[in-house]
């Protein structure tokens, strides 16, 4: 099992940027995709982004693309979240995954997930 640690939330005004961090221990040789995901309350987890851990390829969902951008750095065994021009429709907990066969926007596919961290976008 691959352990996710989430770090990087926290309160912005729109229009602003954060930038999320997702390290992860144990077990990454069998990582092929990170992603992340979001949840607000009283919503299901939706998809933001994944990133092909060797190749680098990425895709967004389209409520986030040209604003969001996911990274990754291996050396470090993190992937990256980075944030801007954040709208109030962006809170939600964070969540990132590690998926180890697919690179996908199902959050069935993915076998890993961390804790969550909070992003809060004030109006």
């Known amino acids: 099992q691959v352990q996710l640690v989430e770090s990087g939330g926290g309160l912005v005004q729109t229009g602003g940027s954060l930038r999320l961090s997702c390290t992860a221990s144990?077990?990454?040789?069998?990582?092929?995709?990170m992603g992340w995901f979001r949840q607000a309350p009283g919503k299901e987890r939706e998809f933001v982004a994944t990133i092909k851990w060797s190749a680098g390829g990425t895709y967004y969902a389209s409520s986030v693309k040209g604003r969001f951008t996911i990274s990754r750095d291996n050396a470090k065994n993190t992937v990256y979240l980075q944030m801007n021009s954040l709208k109030p429709e962006d809170t939600a907990v964070y969540y990132c995954?590690?998926?180890?066969?697919?690179?996908?926007?199902?959050?069935?596919?993915?076998?890993?997930w961390g804790q969550g961290t909070q992003v809060t976008v004030s109006s």
């Open positions: 995954a590690a998926s180890r066969g697919i690179a996908t926007i199902s959050k069935y596919d993915y076998d890993d």
């Open positions: 144990r077990r990454t040789s069998t990582i092929y995709a």
